[in-house]
């Protein structure tokens, strides 16, 4: 286990290696980036930034009639109602522990480095006045209503809300009817292949969308970099480093040793099994645009039957955010600290609690993380205008930590569905290692 970090890192060097051409894409974009910042190349900024969102768009197409066909087909091969409570008590128990170990670092990294302390000099009055309007809107709206955005998850409309793309509806309806066919029986049977033939050619579009990986995530990239200058950076630094800690600390020990705890799977083979879900999560910041990639690879390359990834990926793309909660979570303590705002125990847990019911309501697209903050904000009785300078700030680098916390959310995402396929006897041992389970271990 002491080796696992270094078994991660190379099974990244390696995956990025296979998928040099998305590497190659992935480190162009970064250096693009810091040549050509965006106010002294606007053009060549607004190009970058058309090829990126028309990236993000592409895979985005595939994502609505993945999710349901995949949560149909996920849900009737699962079958009757008894395995059905087995797997889903079992996926909610490992996101559940995830996020919680997540907040939980979040909070020991927040509180031994103290972001906050060293950006109170920092305030300075005069900074993003159209922030504290968008601060003040948000936390205005969930404050008013709070019942009205937990009635809106019920999906009233499930045609609207298909064609305006709210996922958690979506996923509920979707669950719900599958449920329904399964308890049809026979006469569903021709429903249940049809979604099977809908899933089968949006992964076949996946296979043709990933020809564009390289530049899309090259144009993503680039544009990210372009965006911040790296002035900003100083300002933040240690967010950033608190928030950087504290995803290493995810990625490199609590994967892994969840992985350890409750499966045979190996960490390495994994990690670079998913190398390019790793590498497009990270250049298109979207868990919900990575997830045709995600089922792939975990599919193709893990060895993740289709049982456990069309019921475990498309719920965790939605509802596991684990990066995002650790994101919440410094950056609240972050402002806690900055505004000189005392942080009692009751406060931590209650801050902790708080991420992660907003992050499990965060959308799987760039940005909604800052957005459902306000949730945290709100939750702890903060004002807007307490916050209107250290709010500008987390925008500062809001894409490019977005990028990272998606790269959390996504393999969060494998290392449960990993884990139930090996609980299951639903992975295939001899794709995933090459060789027979009982000769690896
Ligand atoms: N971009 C993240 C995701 O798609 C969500 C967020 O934290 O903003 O997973």
Known sequence: MNNAPMQVIIALLLGFKRNGHIFLGLILGILVGCWVPQENFPQVYKILNFAGEAFINIIQMVVLPLVVSAIIIGISNIGDSKQLTKFGSKMLLYYGIITVLAVSIACAVAIILQPGASAKALINQDIAHHIQEYVASAIQ?????????????????????????????????????????????????????????????????????????????????????????????????????????????????????????????????????????????????????????????????????????????????????DGTAIMQTIAVIFLTQMYGIELTPLLMVEIAFLAVVASSTSAGIPGAGLITIALVLNGIGLTPEQLVVGFSLLFALERFLDMFRTICNVVSDTVVAAIIADNENELDYELLCGKSIEQKV
Do not use: H
Not at 173 to 181: D, G, Q, V
Not at 251 to 270: D, E
């Open 141 to 321: 709206y969930q404050r008013e209503n709070l019942v009205q955005i937990f009635m809106d998850i019920i999906p009233k409309n499930p045609f609207e809300a298909l064609a305006t793309g709210k996922m958690i509806p979506v996923i509920i309806f979707t669950s719900i009817f599958a449920i329904a066919l399964t308890r049809a029986g026979e006469i569903s049977r021709p429903l249940v292949s049809l979604f099977e033939s809908i899933f089968a050619a949006t992964m076949k579009v996946t296979d043709w969308i990933m020809y564009l990986a390289a530049p899309g995530v090259f144009a993503l990239t680039a544009t990210a970099v372009s965006s911040f200058g790296i002035s900003v950076f100083n300002n933040i630094s240690k967010y950033v480093l608190a928030f950087c800690i504290a995803i290493a600390l995810q990625f490199f020990v609590v994967y892994p040793v969840m992985l350890k705890v409750f499966s045979k799977v190996p960490v390495g083979k994994l990690f670079g099994a998913i190398s390019e879900a790793i590498m497009v999560a990270f250049g298109t910041a979207s868990s919900s645009a990575t997830l045709p990639l995600t089922i792939t690879c975990c599919e193709k390359r893990v060895g993740i039957s289709n049982r456990v990834c069309s019921f475990v990926l498309p719920l965790g793309a939605t509802l596991n955010m």
